[in-house]
């Protein structure tokens, strides 16, 4: 039998996750191979560049940088620098419709609590409780716990990781947001509603009525110290970029424009099968473990007739995932005002919603913003990139695509004209990616951004498991716990490592 150092160990995708999984492994010694279809490692964590502008995919911000976060624990033992950063403060910025003064999410917890005092009177019990969930969470989870646990070594983990403390947060295990609201009298306030729909939706991808709440008091608190969330120098490229020379420092190799469309088990062999895309050659690969950085969906279709029919059923029975229509503008900077925060979240008017798209359903943006000097943008201009959750169904429902690409693009440029000085002079470049760009280029079944959500079904003990059905295949990424974000995909890949050289 192979010496743990010596296995092989392939990793389907080039996402933080995977690359994270990828580094740990190779840094503790085991042989590793790294295949991503696209030209770019980081997944949604990408970049691409146009016109002098570098413009992030999806993700634009980082927790997890602090003394003790998952980035700064995982850097240390790969020992290699953290990319150079700086904090966002406030973290968001958010305007509810008809509204010109905006929620200013702050750094400090105690000016947050000052503002949130302010903007949403008599709501303070909601979030003390709250934060008393966050600090019994947090503790929780900084000792590493394995959720859920499918095995004997899992479940010690997590019993380990347990504490009085943290029984407290039992009850509430079932509970969601809306229920808190209701608990504290606030089920009608629908401006507090309004403003936890907007964050909730940018972590766990559903409304506070559906979020579970232990995981939305931590996803409501990462914005405030002792943690908090950072922007990136450069672009957030310089993560993968780390974590890629680190891989090939100890070994390592991440070969891009590779895609793996099948994985086979034989018992103790693994076999992925591979077409190299620039040659079109295919070939199966052998290994003693696969860690796949996939959504969840993706995994089953990977797996194709050797999913166990019960994990099939359940991918198959998921609420929808979520999706988004992204713009990308390259603008000069006297399109951005004065003191505009790094991020910003727009929620449009219903009247405007209705009498602009003939729906009911207003669209909300979330805008990153570059900084001057960051690296995304020449001197004297700036990037504007603006997200919005969409419908898969309308991507792939037959509309002319072309045509519903240019409606939402102007829409979305529509809106942000609202708070940005854009017009011909100012805009230098647009571009936009829709589901089925994400689908191209991230491999991500149908384009799915952010996991499964966080809804009570999926997370925590109730989510889908790094340690999945078929010994020795692994799953790391948003679909796992504890969910999105780089931080968050890095901390599943930390626990797929701790599984396989335990």
């Known amino acids: 039998m192979l010496s743990k150092s010596k296995q092989k160990i392939i990793v389907i995708g080039a996402g933080i996750g995977g690359l994270t999984a990828a580094a740990l492994l190779a840094k503790r010694g085991y042989e590793v191979v790294v295949y991503d279809l696209a030209i770019v490692a980081g997944g949604c964590a990408s970049t691409f560049k146009r016109r002098g502008f570098t413009f992030d995919v999806g993700a634009t911000q980082v927790a997890?940088?602090?003394?003790?976060?998952?980035?700064?624990?995982?850097?240390?033992?790969?020992?290699?620098?953290?990319?150079?950063?700086?904090?966002?403060?406030?973290?968001?910025?958010?305007?509810?419709?008809?509204?010109?003064?905006?929620?200013?999410?702050?750094?400090?917890?105690?000016?947050?609590?000052?503002?949130?005092?302010?903007?949403?009177?008599?709501?303070?019990?909601?979030?003390?409780?709250?934060?008393?969930?966050?600090?019994?969470?947090?503790?929780?989870?900084?000792?590493?716990?394995?959720?859920?646990?499918?095995?004997?070594?899992?479940?010690?983990?997590?019993?380990?990781?347990?504490?009085?403390?943290?029984?407290?947060?039992?009850?509430?295990?079932?509970?969601?947001?809306?229920?808190?609201?209701?608990?504290?009298g606030l089920a009608n306030d629908q401006r507090l509603r309004t403003f936890l729909d907007l964050q909730l939706k940018l972590y766990s991808q559903v409304n506070a009525e559906e979020t579970a709440l232990l995981y939305a008091a931590t996803a409501l608190a990462v914005s405030q110290t002792p943690l908090g969330l950072s922007h990136l120098k450069g672009s957030m490229q310089v993560l993968s970029d780390r974590l890629i020379s680190s891989i090939e420092r100890d070994g390592g190799k991440v070969l891009m424009q590779h895609q793996v469309s099948a994985i086979a088990d034989h018992g103790k062999s693994k076999q992925v099968k591979v077409k190299n895309l620039r040659t079109g050659e295919i070939w199966w690969d052998e290994a003693d473990h696969v860690v796949a950085n996939v959504t969840v969906n993706n995994f089953v279709q990977l797996l194709g007739d050797a999913a166990p029919k019960g994990y099939v059923n359940r991918v198959e029975n998921l609420k929808p995932a979520a999706v988004a229509f992204v713009v990308y503008l390259g603008v000069d900077r006297a399109a951005i005002p004065d003191g505009c925060p790094p991020h910003l979240q727009?929620?449009?008017?219903?009247?405007?919603?209705?009498?602009?798209?003939?729906?009911?359903?207003?669209?909300?943006?979330?805008?990153s913003v570059s900084k001057e000097g960051d690296g995304r943008a020449p001197e004297g201009k700036a990037t504007i990139i603006a997200s919005e959750f969409t419908d898969a169904a309308v991507w792939y429902g037959g509309e002319d695509y072309q045509e519903l690409k240019k409606r939402f693009t102007e829409r979305a440029i529509a809106q942000l004209s609202t708070y940005f000085y854009l017009n011909e002079q100012t805009i230098i470049h647009v571009e936009a990616a829709t589901p089925q760009t994400f689908e191209r280029y991230t491999g991500r079944d149908r384009g799915i951004v952010g996991g499964v959500g966080m809804r009570v079904s999926t997370f925590g003990p109730f989510g889908f498991a790094n340690r999945t059905p078929i010994k020795n295949i692994w799953l790391v990424g948003d679909s796992t716990h504890p969910g999105e974000g780089t931080a968050g995909v890095s901390y599943s890949a930390l626990t797929v490592v701790r599984q396989i050289t335990m």
């Open 64 to 184: 997890g940088l602090e003394s003790g976060g998952i980035h700064d624990r995982i850097f240390k033992e790969l020992e290699i620098e953290l990319p150079e950063a700086t904090d966002c403060d406030p973290a968001c910025a958010v305007f509810l419709p008809n509204e010109t003064e905006p929620i200013n999410v702050w750094r400090d917890r105690h000016k947050w609590k000052l503002e949130r005092q302010r903007q949403f009177p008599n709501s303070e019990p909601f979030w003390n409780f709250l934060e008393d969930l966050f600090w019994r969470s947090w503790r929780f989870q900084s000792r590493d716990p394995i959720l859920p646990p499918r095995n004997l070594w899992d479940v010690w983990q997590l019993v380990k990781a347990l504490r009085i403390d943290t029984l407290a947060t039992v009850p509430y295990t079932f509970s969601t947001v809306g229920d808190a609201l209701r608990g504290f």
């Open 346 to 367: 727009f929620l449009e008017a219903y009247e405007e919603a209705h009498k602009n798209n003939s729906c009911t359903k207003p669209h909300s943006l979330f805008v």
